[in-house]
C-alpha cells in the first residue's frame, strides 16, 4: 500500500532522512520508534504529501493511477498539532473541514462524530475552553472524518491523560481491526510494542531495525532499540 | 466554488468572534489619517490634491498589517498543516484567503475613507460609485499579491518585517495608478483619462493573481 524508496531529506546541511526504505502493506500496524531528530516526523510529513522528499520516492496505492491531490482523502493525519481553530466551536471546525473534504454536512453525523470522541454535551463550546486531552480528542475526529484508509500518526498520545491514553489507543486499535493501515510514531516502547504488528527503528535517518512483533519479545526489543540509539 | 466560499466563511465567522485583523486594520488606517491631518495642518485650505496620496497610504499600511494576520492565524495550532491535508487544490487555498483578505480590507477602506471625508472636510457623493470601482480594483490588485506574499512571510521568523519589505516593490504600480486615477476622480472631471490607470491595474491584478495562483501550490511546501 505504501511504498518507500531510497527517501532522503535535507533541511540546509542537516539530513533528516537518508535514503529510507519501508514498504507497508494494506491493514498492517507499524511503529515508527527512535530517537528526538531521527527522522520518525519527516517520514509522517513526506508520506502524508506535507513535505516534499529531496530524493528517492513514496508511493501510495501504487496499483491505481490517482491524482496525487485525491490521494490526500485517502489519508488521515494526527499529530500533537490539533489543526482546530480555536475560535470555531466543534461541530464548526468539522463542518468545515467535512466542506473541504466534500463529505456531507450534515449536523446530526458531525454530532455522532464528536460524541463517538467522548465529547457530547460540548458540540458549541468554542475549541478555546476545551482542555489539552479534549481537543486532543477532536482532533481525532477531524483526521478521521473522511474515514481514511491511511492513519499517520506523529506521537499522537502527547498530552493525553490516561482516560484520553486510553481512549486513543482503544479507537486506533478498532481502526486497525476494520483493515485500516496505521504508521505511528511513537517514544513509549512498551505502548508501540502492545498496539503494533511491526516495528521499525529509524536511526540517522534509515531503519535500522524493521522487525514483525511475534519475532521478539517486548524486553528484546527493548535492548535492541537501547543499543541502536545509544550514543 | 463551495470549498472557496467554506474557507472564506470561516476567516469571517473567527473575525467576527475576535475582531483581532479589523479592528487593527481600522485603528492603524485611522491613525495614519490623524497623523497627516495634523502634520499638513498648514494646506487645509488646499489639501485636496494630497488626499488620494494619504488615502492610498492609509490603506497600504492597514491593508499590510491585515494581510500579516492572514496565514498567522492559520499557524497556530498546525491548522495549515490540516488545510494542506484535505484533497483540494492549493489555488482553491488561494482564492479563499484572497477573498477573506479582499473583503476585509474593503471594509477597512470604507470606514477609513469615512473618516478622510471628515478629517479634510471633503464632499464627493458624485463621484463615490468611480471611487468604489477603483478601490476594488486597487484591493484585488493588492490582496492578489499580497495573499501569495503573507504564505511566503508567515514561514519566516521575520514575517512581521518581511512581509511589507517585499509587497510594496511588488504592489508599486497598483499603488501608484491607484492614487492616479483617485487623483483624476476628486480632482478633475476628465473622467475619459481614467481609463489607462483602471487598465493598468486590471491588467496587473489578472496577471499577478494568475502567477500568484499558480506559485501558491509551491510556497506551501517546505
Known amino acids: ?231 | 466554488m463551495t470549498k472557496i466560499w467554506a474557507i472564506f466563511r470561516k476567516d469571517l465567522l473567527i473575525e467576527l468572534r475576535t475582531k483581532d485583523t479589523l479592528n487593527s486594520m481600522l485603528f492603524f488606517g485611522v491613525v495614519v489619517l490623524v497623523i497627516f491631518n495634523f502634520s499638513l495642518e498648514s494646506l487645509r485650505e488646499s489639501i485636496r490634491p494630497a488626499v488620494p496620496g494619504i488615502l492610498w497610504v492609509a490603506f497600504a499600511f492597514s491593508g499590510t498589517l491585515g494581510l500579516n494576520r492572514m496565514f498567522a492565524a492559520e499557524k497556530e495550532n498546525g491548522c495549515l498543516q490540516g488545510l494542506l491535508m484535505v484533497p483540494v487544490d492549493r489555488g482553491t487555498i488561494y482564492f479563499g484567503k484572497m477573498l477573506a483578505a479582499t473583503v476585509f480590507m474593503f471594509i477597512s477602506e470604507i470606514v477609513i475613507f469615512v473618516f478622510t471625508l471628515v478629517f479634510f472636510n471633503l464632499t464627493v457623493w458624485g463621484e463615490i460609485p468611480y471611487l468604489a470601482l477603483v478601490f476594488l480594483i486597487g484591493t484585488l490588485g493588492f490582496t492578489a499579491v499580497g495573499t501569495l506574499l503573507s504564505a511566503i512571510a508567515v514561514n519566516t521568523k521575520l514575517r512581521e518585517v518581511l512581509l511589507p519589505l517585499i509587497l510594496f516593490p511588488v504592489i508599486l504600480p497598483i499603488l501608484v495608478n491607484a492614487v492616479e486615477a483617485t487623483n483624476i476622480i476628486l480632482n478633475t472631471t476628465e473622467y475619459r483619462s481614467l481609463r489607462l490607470p483602471v487598465s493598468i491595474m486590471s491588467v496587473f491584478t489578472i496577471v499577478f493573481g494568475t502567477i500568484s495562483f499558480l506559485l501558491f501550490e509551491y510556497v506551501l511546501e517546505d
Open chain 1, 1 to 231: 500500500m505504501i511504498e518507500v524508496r531510497g527517501l532522503a531529506k535535507y533541511f540546509g546541511r542537516f539530513s533528516a532522512l537518508r535514503g529510507l526504505d519501508l514498504s507497508v502493506g494494506a491493514g498492517e500496524f507499524i511503529a515508527l520508534f527512535g530517537r528526538n531528530g531521527a527522522g520518525k516526523t519527516t517520514l509522517l510529513r513526506i508520506v502524508a504529501g506535507l513535505s516534499h522528499p529531496s530524493s528517492g520516492q513514496v508511493e501510495i496505492h501504487p496499483d491505481r493511477a490517482v491524482v496525487p491531490r485525491y490521494l490526500r482523502g485517502c489519508i488521515g493525519y494526527l499529530s500533537h498539532n490539533t489543526s482546530l481553530y480555536m475560535d470555531l466551536t466543534a461541530i464548526e471546525n468539522l463542518r468545515f473541514y467535512a466542506q473541504l473534504m466534500d463529505l456531507p454536512v450534515d449536523d446530526d453525523v458531525l454530532m455522532r462524530r464528536i460524541s463517538q470522541v467522548g465529547l457530547s454535551g460540548r458540540e458549541r463550546e468554542p475549541v478555546r475552553n476545551y482542555s489539552r486531552g479534549m481537543q486532543q480528542r477532536l482532533a481525532i475526529a477531524r483526521a478521521f472524518l473522511h474515514d481514511p484508509d491511511i492513519l499517520l500518526l506523529d506521537e499522537p498520545f502527547t498530552g493525553l491523560d490516561q482516560a484520553g491514553s486510553a481512549f486513543l489507543k482503544n479507537y486506533l486499535l478498532s481502526a486497525h481491526s476494520r483493515g485500516k493501515t496505521c504508521m505511528m510514531a511513537i517514544h513509549d516502547a512498551a505502548l508501540g510494542y502492545e498496539m503494533a504488528d511491526r516495528l521499525v527503528v529509524i536511526d540517522k535517518g534509515a531503519a535500522a531495525l524493521d522487525v514483525p512483533k511475534q519475532s521478539v519479545s517486548l524486553a528484546e526489543f527493548q535492548e535492541k532499540f537501547m543499543s541502536l540509539t545509544a550514543d
